[in-house]
Each structure stands twice: as C-alpha cells, then as structure tokens.
C-alpha cells in the first residue's frame, strides 16, 4: 500500500520558516519524481516545487528564492524549506510522487499571518 505523509505545517508569522516533510512507503522512492502542490481556499491546487528522480529541481516563480525542495533517497522523504514566508503562502500543502502514476498525500496545513 503506498501512503505519502505530509507533516510539518503550523502556524507561522510573515518572515518565518517551516520545513515540511514527505515520508513514503510502498513505493521504490528513489524512482520517482517528488513534488509539492498548495491549495488555497477557493483556489486550484498549484505546483510549488518539484524534484526529479535525478535531483533536478524546479519552482514557481511566486517561490523561486524562498522554497527549497530536497529528497533524502536513504529516508524515503521528500522535503520542502519555506523561508520568508509570506500571508499568500497560506494554503494546504500537498506531496506528490510520480512514475507511471501519481500519487498524492492528504496534505498539511500552512497559515501565515501578517
């Protein structure tokens, strides 16, 4: 059975940091390509960032500079560094894995407030 499992969401001020996490089971990690989507209320889901099986990175424009996605291949995780953060970061964020399907986890909440 594959399960991803975000944590690491929480509450936080404009300017602050948090790390999310993705740990996955069920699924040869290395294999596929991660990803982070956010979805905000009343919004479409969006892609933040993402990271290939090969470790090419990718990001949206509104977090180029801020985020950072990484995976730990040894740990089956998939990570994202949120500094600077800003009140329109608010959102549920969403890990992804992605071979020949896609597989999504149940997501995380991030709030920042002004």
């Known amino acids: 059975q594959v399960q991803l499992v975000e944590s690491g969401g929480g509450l936080v001020q404009a300017g602050g940091s948090l790390r999310l996490s993705c740990a996955t089971s069920g699924i040869i990690f290395s294999n596929h390509h991660m990803g982070w989507y956010r979805q905000a209320p009343g919004k479409q889901r969006e892609l933040v960032a993402t990271i290939t099986s090969g470790g090419t990175t990718n990001y949206a424009d509104s977090v180029k500079g801020r985020f950072t996605i990484s995976r730990d291949n040894a740990k089956n995780t998939v990570y994202l560094q949120m500094n600077s953060l800003k009140p329109e970061d608010t959102a549920v964020y969403y890990c992804?894995?992605?071979?020949?399907?896609?597989?999504w986890g149940q997501g995380t909440q991030v709030a920042v407030s002004s």
């Open positions: 992804t894995a992605v071979l020949l399907r896609s597989y």
